[in-house]
């Protein structure tokens, strides 16, 4: 099987691209900001607070790479991925595509912009409408973006099924037919019909079988390479991450604490919060995992309602002192290596690297 580097190299010559040309910025988020409204009263609605789940997240993503957005559960991926897409409205920040603010826009203008930017869900089961048959659902946006009907869309349909690895004669079909690698497949042809540049993978593999997993990677890769796709792919299975990704950023409570190359990343990263994340990465060999060095965080992940002063990742952190009751800038540290920590030379330093787990 071919790399990472391999195929986008592959993809540019097939496509004539220099590398300039392939890493122009597609995707620029600015401090993007999702507070949800806490509110108390039945008839006269009172607002008394905000659930944080994204606070001011900035972050750009290239044109043919796929950037890995990792983190624990909570801690505002999701709502991330669909700020971004506009499914949810961001409080605050910015979103370009191709240097046109999503946020800015509304109702017809930002209609037709959706043709560009798609979502593959995380849940194959509840993603796909059950009263609807596989081509119509994958037939839908065709219609609705007017880009064929009536035969031409049927062929459409069919040429979709075939490019996710599914029987063309399955256009008939109810989504409650298929298993849940099959689901997922339809999902991504329904995102594929219309040509889009840039896809949200929302977390695509975590609901199905490990045997099925590689294989919806490996499609998505492929495809990638095929049509030029733009992938933003959420995940919390850090091996899965380190395949697929070009770069990886790594959330924590709203925040992004790190953004840096595949490589850099797993190998020297520079966040006290990422090497706890690199520790808990399971070794397949009794006698290393027992020997392995961790790193333990104490206590729970701080309530988003109220997150901490400064760096939100201080009250759990074996590095904090009291300059991180103020919030450490996310700046370049090292050569496409950010970091958001007062310490991060010194984290290098101090805790256990990834290829020092193993006492």
Sequence with gaps: MESKEQRTERMNAEKGQSKVEAGEVLMEIDNLQMHFPITEG???QRKVGAVKAVDGVSFNIRRGETLGLVGESGCGKSTTGRAIL?????TGG????KGRDLVQMKGEELRKMRRNLQIIFQDPY???NPRMTVGNIIGEPLEVHGLAKGKAKQDR???LLKVVGLNPNYVNRYPHEFSGGQRQRIGIARALAVEPDFIVADEPISALDVSIQAQVVNLLEDLQSEFGLTYLFIAHDLSVVRHISDRIAVMYLGKVVELADRHDLYTAPMHPYTKALLSAIPIPDPILEEKRKRIILE???PSPINPPSGCHFRTRCPLAQEI???EPAFIEHRPNHFTACHFAEKSLEVLPQPEETVA
């Design 42 to 44: 039945i008839i006269f």
């Design 86 to 90: 506009q499914l949810y409205r961001p």
């Design 94 to 97: 910015h979103v370009r595509y």
């Design 126 to 128: 509840a993603s796909l």
């Design 157 to 159: 349909v069919r040429q």
């Design 299 to 301: 206590g729970d992940v």
């Design 324 to 326: 991180c009751k103020t």
